[in-house]
Nanobody, 117 residues
Framework: QVQLVESGGGLVQAGGSLRLSCAAS????????MGWYRQAPGKQRELVAT???????NYADSVKGRFAISSDSAKNTVYLQMNSLEPEDTAVYYC???????????WGQGTQVTVSS
């Protein structure tokens, strides 16, 4: 069964950094569009960043210049480096994998990121 396992979340002060990891099993991340999404309390889940073959990356305007998505095919893992964190970045962060035609869509269980002011 496909698994996306996130790690690296935690509590950090504003201005700090965290790196999230998403380890994938039973899929090859290189042929999927891999993404990070987040959901804050009382809000809808929103896109943070995606990476696909190329690599081609895409970011939400709110994180451009602060966050960087990357992947390591040898480890079958996707990362999200988060710098200059703000309290508004507080959310549960989810890893996502979507196949090329969109017919397969997988989610991780999420990891909590809390940024204190």
């Amino acid at each position: 069964q496909v698994q996306l396992v996130e790690s690296g979340g935690g509590l950090v002060q504003a201005g700090g950094s965290l790196r999230l990891s998403c380890a994938a099993s039973k899929i090859t991340i290189g042929i999927y569009t891999m993404g990070w999404y987040r959901q804050a309390p009382g809000k809808q889940r929103e896109l943070v960043a995606t990476i696909s073959s190329g690599p081609t990356t895409n970011y939400a305007d709110s994180v451009k210049g602060r966050f960087a998505i990357s992947s390591d095919s040898a480890k079958n893992t996707v990362y999200l480096q988060m710098n200059s964190l703000e309290p508004e970045d507080t959310a549960v962060y989810y890893c996502n994998a979507v196949s090329a035609r969109g017919s397969l869509n997988y989610w991780g269980q999420g990891t909590q990121v809390t940024v204190s002011s």
